[in-house]
DNA sequence: CTGTTAGCGCTTTCAT
DNA sequence: ATGAAAGCGCTAACAG
């Protein structure tokens, strides 16, 4: 049988004083004499109480609850990014509303108001399709803390934490110049993604600085899964004249998906092709070969994400940008030196 | 700046009706003229109304929201049967509270706990720790409705939908068994969860229907991941006298970090040894070799879950238990025929 | 069929 | 320092 739940009112009345008394209690108010706070603090523990948050909610006009939006909860690197937010934020009693957008803006927005209609206090927007000015205009509008992860949002005054992409991108492509190759193949995110125009800038820019001429052909958009990975390889390895030497994923995923498609075709890694992914997810190191990655501070995204949303709330002043660093972890999937095989396949 | 929020209020003094009108035609009750709900239902969109879900929640004693709690969101089974579950009662406009377990018993306990405050109206509890006694008890004590969720709880009347992992660990070592093994080691979960155990219990059974006496040197207890499965793998094939031909890992994270352990040993797989994994994560058949997993029904688990779950809050009676079947997906970590090269490695 | 009224459990003026 | 009372936005009797 579900037992009535206690309320502020039976504590108060065994206490032997007022509900608003054991509210400043429960609030840790500084106005109540030291004997009264004991004992109502020992009531609530006896009898078990525990504040209902709705009702709080209700007169509040915000409970004590963020929400986290995902593009896909099934990607590691944003499961990751989920699992630290809660982790950081479960710590003080918040709890986490999950939300997977699927990457459609209109989702998103959707998303939006339906967390105000629940009173939302804050929202994470991990690697959102929305542009800055619509997440301020909506979050402004419906009085939501907005905490923007994993998308560059420069000229806006919105609470942010990102990763300088375009550096990491622009290293790794150097990288594989200097090994030797000229032919690199980019396997590209949706264009819509501030994260992929900057990878895909990266790699651009790296070229570039070395006098290389961009090929379109060695371009291709995809989406960021194992099978978007996959078939951007299949492509560039079968509808285009002359095949890359190196091939740059925008995600590890992508990067599997390439991986497998070689594979399946007989074509040696890192021998032939060299492979390099971004996140470094958990399986990146155990691949065969290991894969050779942009590593994205995913907890440290998350620990920053977090904290800027804590220190939002509470001091209710704009808190800095946080931009973080990826660094290139080189493993087995790319030839340390490719000069005297780079001609291979060609 | 925020917009005041438009109340029931609102709508009724612009419709020229009463509060409790416009909540009867929110809720579609069917005692209110068709003038009037129409009239009432054009000003809702003219004025953008949504309704209060606090305030609702707080009235109805229960809010619009589910929890998942899981023991990893960062492990892929875990996240899809996330995204799944989301996707399904996303539709009905219930929200989902994630909350990480770290697979201990008494944060399982605390988070029930907290999602009493939170009016919280069911939980799925995806492969809990806790036994199917606390969680029936808790749960009628917080009037909260429980789904359990790939764990098996047969003797009580608890909704609950899992995976008959026993048949199908019987199945993949016979199918060793069949392929010439004899020296098979099993990497097993944590006991404590009752799919480790069932899992187990297949291996054993597999063995003991082909008369292979069981060793304890073959069996090693091991985490979830693939820190636990590189580990186990390293003890089998380095604290014990005699090695495995083949080794049938409790999930497909610990079959990537035995993988990673033999190759970084440069043992053959499957030439030397064969790897079963469990569970046909996206990764598995990209991996090298392509993984031969036992497929676990990911999706059809969260998916009659949330069924389940539905099904439970609306008509109020408990739903039938559901069973759901696992199967070999035979790739290539495992030889075909083992008989030639069993004895090599010994 | 429709409106009036009384809370749901809590916080917060406003008195004292 | 404490209590009484009002009210957050909504739903559910209860009248009519």
Sequence with gaps: MAVKKVTIEE?????????????????????????????????ITTLGYRPNEIARGLVNGKTSAFSVVVPDIDNPFF???CKVIQDIIGKDTYSLLLYNS???LDKEKEIIEELAARLIKGVFLVAPRMPPRDILDLCKHY????????AKVESYRLPAVWVDNTTAFIEATEYLIRNGHRKIGFIAGPHVVTNSEDRLRGYLLGLQRHGIEKAESLIRESDYTIAGGYEAARYMFEEIESRPTALICSNDLMAVGAMAYLRQK?????DEVSII?????DVAGSLYPPLTTIAQPISKLGKVAAQLMLQYISHDELPPKVILHAELVVRESTSSNHEEVSNVGV
Tied chains: 1, 2.
Excluded: F, M
């Design 102 to 104: 699927n990457g459609v």
């Design 11 to 43: 504590i108060a009345h065994a206490a032997g004083v007022s509900p608003a008394t054991v509210s400043r209690v429960l609030n840790n108010k500084r106005n109540v004499s030291p004997e009264l706070a004991a004992r109502v603090k020992e009531v």
């Design 266 to 270: 007989g074509i040696q890694i890192p």
């Design 79 to 81: 499961s990751k990014i």
């Design 143 to 150: 009085d939501i803390s907005p905490v923007v992860v994993d």
């Design 277 to 281: 992914g971004c996140d470094d997810i």
